[in-house]
T-cell receptor
Framework: DAGITQSPRHKVTETGTPVTLRCHQT?????MYWYRQDPGHGLRLIHY???????DKGEVSDGYSVSRSKTEDFLLTLESATSSQTSVYFC??????????FGPGTRLTVT | AQSVTQLGSHVSVSEGALVLLRCNYS??????LFWYVQYPNQGLQLLLK??????LVKGINGFEAEFKKSETSFHLTKPSAHMSDAAEYFC???????????FGPGTSLSVIP
């Protein structure tokens, strides 16, 4: 299995609070991604990174920001959490034409 | 723009029967194609991938998929379903090595004893 971990695995937070999710890899892969998974929507890309300090928006980036200061870490921040951001968040890593390898997910509940 | 459709959000098969999960894509160039499986409360796991080599791709757990350019399809099959195959299956596409991956909505597979 690819060495990819996510923390925390579960989090409950209140509306309006900031939340940061962490993705850590030990594979030295260049590309890292954050997705959210919701019933009826499959996986939707939030942000991705193609190198240290190089990031770009995905299809559902509003309300989210990311940072990648080291190859191994990719942080997803919800500046002010809303109930619509209740979801399961997955991090993934890849190298070019290989498939993506996914982390175990973080279940976030915003009350 | 790339897109992926998966016919049937839920598929049920009997144990030992053929599994067929359908995937069609739209792409302006020969794409990279993937199938992923997700077991309950887990992340996605790569089953197999097509990257312009052989059109019939064999993956893990006895699954295979055939790329048919004329039909823009990449259907997933397994000759004999096992109870452990019950999971959510996602088809995905990207047009080049550098593109983002686009996922289909997923198909939930149930296996009936």
């Amino acid at each position: 299995d690819a060495g990819i971990t996510q923390s925390p695995r579960h989090k409950v937070t209140e509306t309006g609070t900031p939340v940061t999710l962490r993705c850590h890899q030990t594979e030295n892969h260049r590309y890292m991604y954050w997705y959210r998974q919701d019933p009826g929507h499959g996986l939707r890309l939030i942000h991705y990174s193609y190198g240290v300090k190089d990031t770009d928006k995905g299809e559902v980036s509003d309300g989210y920001s990311v940072s990648r200061s080291k190859t191994e870490d990719f942080l997803l921040t919800l500046e002010s959490a809303t109930s619509s951001q209740t979801s399961v968040y997955f991090c993934a890593i890849s190298e070019l034409d290989r498939g993506q390898y996914f982390g175990p997910g973080t279940r976030l509940t915003v009350t | 723009a790339q897109s992926v459709t998966q016919l049937g959000s839920h598929v049920s098969v009997s144990e030992g029967a053929l599994v067929l999960l359908r995937c069609n894509y739209s792409s302006s160039v020969p794409p990279y194609l993937f199938w992923y499986v997700q077991y309950p409360n887990q992340g996605l796991q790569l089953l197999l991938k097509y990257t312009s080599a052989a059109t019939l791709v064999k993956g893990i757990n006895g699954f295979e998929a055939e790329f048919k350019k004329s039909e823009t399809s990449f259907h997933l099959t397994k000759p004999s379903a096992h109870m452990s195959d019950a999971a959510e299956y996602f088809c995905a596409v990207k047009e080049t090595s550098y593109d983002k991956v686009i996922f289909g909505p997923g198909t939930s597979l149930s296996v009936i004893p």
